[in-house]
C-alpha cells in the first residue's frame, strides 16, 4: 500500500482494519497469527489517524478568512 497521501488510503485502510477486527473477534486465530493481525491494525489505526488528522489541516487552511485568520465553525450537514 502506498501512503503517499494518506486521505486517499483512509478507506482502504479502514475496510483492511474492519477484516482484522472481524477475524480476531471470531476467536478462531492462533495466538501467533492474533498478535501478527493486532500489529497490522495498530498500522493502520495510525495511517487512518494521519489521514484524518490530515484532512483536518486541510480544511483548517481551506476556512481561512481573507486577513489571514482561521475562521473555525461547527460542521453542520444539514446546510449542505
Known sequence: MS?????????AHLS?????VNAM???DLPLEEALK????GIKLVRQCQ????????KINV???NA?????LSP???DQE
Open 16 to 20: 483492511a482494519l474492519e477484516k482484522i
Open 3 to 11: 501512503d503517499t497521501n494518506p486521505v486517499l488510503n483512509y478507506e
Open 50 to 57: 494521519q489521514a484524518l488528522n490530515h484532512a483536518e489541516q
Open 37 to 40: 493481525r493486532y500489529e497490522e
Open 67 to 71: 486577513q489571514g485568520e482561521e475562521t
Open 25 to 27: 473477534e471470531s476467536g
Open 75 to 77: 460542521f453542520d450537514a
Open 62 to 64: 481551506l476556512s481561512r
